[in-house]
């Protein structure tokens, strides 16, 4: 694992990439826009923003040296030295460590052991730090936002900035109490995390662009592109639609029904925004309360609020943390 001393000398003269993985909401553009106000040199952080809504993947990129050439640059991150997984269901949607040299760090939100992860990236020749940030979160600030706890995971495995200078820069951003306790989960998460270090080194070189680029003239310009593009309106062609898109995986918590509480009332089928709650008709021509469809069911949890018998209630989907067995030579 690299040391302050050398990561500032691998800024001198390369960049470092960063990429955040996360779910609408959950703060992973914050995160960038973080690292970049923590740093103390040079850096460029962007979101990629597509039709995300609440819930569904994003990604967000940063660029950090203290060359201020190097980080003249506003496209994704394709060579990411760390990599920040916010939620753990990404990890069976994305493929979370594209780009990733060898030596990198994939820092995951998990109360997965190494073993299991390593299986699921198919890489082992990544570094993995693991924690339960989701646990932290809930306890620390009540509600499942884990972005600042991951960059603590990210201050105990990079050095690239200090949990002071993370402070400072979430005082700048929160007020008050809401600052006082992302601090706290921060210091709490540096003690938490779990390090398994392969002992392969990053090579920084990769994916840092040379200072000054110049396009050549005489280029094409958008007149001359071709704007055609393709739409495609039939599922026989290409599937489409919500019953495709498995949205239940975007909650943390697991919706339960309880058949002998529920009296029928119908409210939570009402008020929930997915049509996650199901029923049938029964043979008194009336319909029924059946079940939760956590297929679709993003955990807003309203049929909770709403439900006048406590039928519904909710189960944290993520179990204990568990700290994975390194291998021979490995970890910490």
């Keep these: 694992m690299l040391t302050p001393e050398q990561i500032k000398e691998v800024l001198k003269n390369n960049v470092v990439n960063l990429r955040f993985h996360a779910r609408g909401g959950q703060g992973g553009v914050t995160a960038s826009n973080l690292c970049v106000e923590a740093f103390y040199g040079y850096g460029v952080c962007q979101p990629l923003f597509g039709a995300e809504r609440m819930g569904s993947p994003t990604e967000s990129y940063v660029r950090l040296s203290s060359n201020e050439d190097l980080v003249r640059s506003n496209e994704q991150v394709y060579g990411p030295h760390f990599v920040s997984v916010l939620d753990p269901s990404l990890l069976g949607e994305i493929n979370v460590a594209a780009g990733m040299p060898k030596g990198g760090w994939l820092i995951v939100n998990t109360v997965m052991d190494q073993v299991s992860l390593q299986d699921i990236v198919g890489r082992k020749d990544i570094n993995i730090a693991t924690i339960d940030a989701t646990r932290i979160a809930l306890d620390v600030l009540g509600r499942n936002i884990t972005n600042t706890i991951i960059l603590g995971a990210l201050i105990r495995v990079s050095h690239l900035f200090t949990v002071d200078e993370l ?38 070189s990769l994916d840092t662009k040379v200072p000054w680029q110049q396009v050549k003239p005489g280029l094409p310009g958008y007149k001359e592109l071709d704007k055609a593009g393709v739409w495609y309106c039939d599922e026989d062609v290409i599937p489409y639609g919500s019953s495709q898109v498995m949205t239940g995986s975007w909650g943390e918590w697991e919706i339960i029904w309880d058949k002998e509480k529920c009296t029928d009332c119908a409210q939570c089928w009402y008020i929930c925004p997915d049509f996650a709650i199901l029923r049938e008709k029964g043979e008194d021509g009336l319909w029924h309360m059946s079940g939760i469809d956590n297929f679709h069911c993003k955990s807003c949890q309203n049929c909770i609020n709403i439900c006048p018998v406590e039928a519904i209630s909710k189960k944290l989907k993520q179990g204990p943390a568990s700290c994975a067995v390194p291998e021979e030579g490995g970890g910490e």
Excluded at 171 to 189: C, H, P, S, Y
Aim: one cysteine or more.
């Design 167 to 204: 402070s400072d820069a979430i005082m700048r951003r929160f007020k008050g109490a809401i600052a006082g306790k992302n601090i706290q989960a921060i210091k709490q998460a540096i003690e938490d995390t779990c390090v398994y270090d392969i002992g392969i080194e990053i090579d920084f």
